[in-house]
């Protein structure tokens, strides 16, 4: 799990706080929040909880109350406001710039068979440019290898909006041993569901019905703003899965 210290803008990120890897070949990430000034200094942009991955060798800023900023490689769940001749685009988060998504940015489409959204519809994505200074580009594919792995439009359900750091914990591969959640591995014991989760903070659910959905986008908000341990979360589940 990754080792958390809070931080402030513009202090400098000691090497005693950088990850350790036990393989040294594999490269140093710097995830949000954090800046390289060469040649070798790390500082963050933000306040918040310095949080080191040493498996990974990553290292960012968690920050549950600043806005989302689109980061190269973020997978986000995007909003159609309105198409123009080749794009479609997007609301990340009420307080972005909105994001450009080639309306030919799926797997193996052209022209004639590419998706017709309008909108409000919704998609899963990922951010390919991101810069302050122009708007941010999102597309429905992995760029290596050309597949969508499950991005592209999503059909049905209800999104609900989460934190940026539970948004994070729920993206991560071991949710349970890195991110110290089992909300999601309590509730698939009992009801089927599909989830997609956006590094904007934004949850996309879709269960057998409207209760289960409303039950599990409960489930995550509640953990989310209270801030539940391990044993806290299963506690919630029983609770709501009795009511449900």
Known sequence: MAV?????????????????????????????????????????????????????????????????????????????????????????????????LPQLAFEGVTKKTRPQLTSGSLVSARVSSASKFLDPEIVCYNPSTGKSEGMGELKGGMVFDVSLGMARRLLMSKQKEEGGLVVLEEIAEKVPFEIAVGRNGRVWVNSGGVKETLMIGKALQEADRKGLGMDDQKKLVRKLLKGS
Request: one cysteine or more; proline letters at 11%.
């Open 4 to 100: 958390q210290t809070l931080v402030l803008p513009g202090e400098e990120i000691s090497a005693n706080s950088l990850p350790t890897p036990s393989n040294p070949s594999i490269p140093l990430k710097l995830g949000p929040g954090l800046r390289h000034v060469p040649p070798s200094t790390i500082t963050p942009t933000v306040a918040g909880l310095l949080c080191v991955d040493h498996k990974k060798n990553a290292i960012w800023v968690e920050n549950n109350s600043g806005r989302y900023i689109p980061q190269t490689n973020d997978v986000v769940l995007a909003t159609v406001h309105h198409s123009s001749t080749d794009f479609y685009h997007c609301a990340l988060t009420p307080h972005t710039t909105f994001a450009q």
